[in-house]
C-alpha cells in the first residue's frame, strides 16, 4: 500500500562512497526552491530556449554551393539573447519539435492539485536534453522504517533519437538509489506536433502514477518476504542479476562480487534481515554509487537515467522475479 509520509518516516543509512547520500541529479541541474514559479524554473535551468527545425544543406567538392539533402532537417536551439544558434541533433521531414514548456503542462496536473513538488529542473549536452523532476507527496512502506520515495521524472529530448517521456522512478531511501518500476508513459505525437497522453487530466495522471508505484511496490515487499536461507544464495542472485560480460575478466569478477558482497553485509547489518530485498538493493546501489562514482554529475545522470543503466535496473529486477519463481 502507499502511505503518505511524516517527518518520522525516513531514516538514512551512511554510504561508504564518493556520491554517499547524494542520488543521480544532485548536482546537476537545479534544486527548485518552492516559491519558484515554472517560468522562474525554466530560465534559472537553462531550459528557456526555443527548438526548431532547419532544412540541412551539404557541400559537394564536384558542385558548386550547398545541396539540400532531402528528407532530412536539422534540429537547431536559439539561445534566448543574442543570435547564437546551436545544432543539437537530425531529424525527418515530418519531425515536430516539443518546446520544455510542454514538460510543465504535464507537472502542473500534479503540483497544483498539491499531489506533487518541484524537485530538481535542469539541460544536459547542451540542450539535447532537458528534464523537470516532481516528487510525489506519497511513499511507499516496505517494511518498518524502509520506504520508497515516489518521483516522475520528465524528459525531453531534441537530438531526434527519441520524444518526450515520463519515467516513474522510486528511490530507496535509505541509501539513495534508485529502483526500477516496469512502466513508462510515452505520449503520441500528432502531425501537428501536439502530445496525446494516456491520461486526460489531473487525476487520470495521478491514478496511473499510483497504479505504478503500488505495482513496483508490491515486487519489493515479495522481495523484502522471500530470504536468503544459505550464504550461496546471495552469490547466485548476483550472477544472475549481473552476468558475466565480455571482455570482463576474472579478477575484475572478484572485485565486482567483493564489491556487492560487502553492500549485501551492509544491508543486513541495518536491517537484520537475510532477504533477497536486501541482495537487490545492493545490486542497485552498486549500479548508482560504485559503477557509476568515477564519472562526472552529468555523465552519472545521463548514463544512471536515460541511457544505459536503466536496462540494467529492468535486468535485475527480471532476475530478482525469476529468482523468487525458482
Known amino acids: 500500500m502507499t502511505d503518505f509520509k511524516t517527518q518520522s518516516s525516513h531514516v538514512n543509512v551512511p554510504l561508504p562512497y564518493h556520491h554517499k547520500g547524494k542520488l543521480l541529479w544532485d548536482g546537476v541541474g537545479?534544486?527548485?526552491h518552492p516559491a519558484?514559479?515554472?517560468s522562474t524554473i525554466m530560465q534559472r535551468a537553462?531550459?528557456?530556449?526555443?527548438?526548431?527545425?532547419a532544412r540541412l544543406f551539404m557541400y559537394d567538392q564536384h558542385k558548386p554551393g550547398p545541396i539540400e539533402v532531402p528528407g532530412v532537417q536539422a534540429i537547431r536551439r536559439t539561445y534566448p539573447k543574442g543570435n547564437e544558434v546551436r545544432v543539437l541533433g537530425k531529424a525527418g521531414?515530418?519531425?515536430q519539435p516539443i518546446q520544455n514548456s510542454v514538460m510543465y503542462d504535464v507537472a502542473d496536473l500534479?503540483?497544483?492539485?498539491?499531489?506533487?513538488n518541484y524537485c530538481n529542473a535542469g539541460t544536459a549536452l547542451g540542450g539535447r536534453?532537458?528534464?523537470v523532476i516532481v516528487q510525489l507527496v506519497s511513499a511507499y512502506k516496505v517494511a518498518h522504517g524502509d520506504f520508497v520515495d515516489e518521483y516522475l521524472l520528465i524528459l525531453n529530448n531534441h537530438n531526434g533519437k527519441g520524444s518526450m517521456k515520463i519515467l516513474f522512478t522510486p528511490?530507496?531511501?535509505n541509501t539513495h538509489t534508485v529502483l526500477f518500476a516496469p512502466d513508462r508513459a510515452r505520449p503520441r505525437i500528432t502531425h501537428s506536433g501536439g502530445l496525446c497522453w494516456d491520461f486526460r487530466n489531473a487525476d487520470g495522471l495521478w491514478k496511473m502514477c499510483q497504479r505504478v508505484f503500488t505495482k513496483a511496490g508490491r515486487v519489493y515487499s515479495k522481495m523484502h518476504e522471500r530470504k536468503l536461507r544459505m550464504p550461496t544464495d546471495a552469490s547466485d542472485f548476483f550472477n544472475k542479476a549481473l552476468p558475466r560480460g565480455k571482455g570482463i575478466h576474472g579478477t575484475h569478477r572478484m572485485r565486482i562480487q567483493a564489491s556487492l558482497h560487502r553492500l549485501y553485509r551492509e544491508k543486513i547489518r541495518s536491517s537484520g534481515e537475510y532477504s533477497l530485498w536486501a541482495a537487490y538493493n545492493a545490486v542497485m546501489e552498486y549500479l548508482d554509487h560504485v559503477r557509476?562514482?568515477?564519472r562526472t554529475q552529468e555523465g552519472r545522470l545521463i548514463r544512471g537515467l536515460i541511457e544505459d543503466v536503466p536496462r540494467r535496473r529492468a535486468k535485475v529486477l527480471k532476475a530478482a522475479t525469476n529468482f523468487m519463481r525458482s
Open 30 to 32: 537545479v534544486a527548485v
Open 36 to 38: 519558484w514559479d515554472r
Open 46 to 53: 537553462g531550459q528557456d530556449y526555443i527548438v526548431e527545425t
Open 93 to 95: 521531414a515530418r519531425y
Open 110 to 116: 500534479l503540483v497544483k492539485n498539491g499531489k506533487a
Open 129 to 131: 536534453y532537458a528534464w
Open 171 to 173: 528511490v530507496h531511501v
Open 292 to 294: 557509476l562514482s568515477c
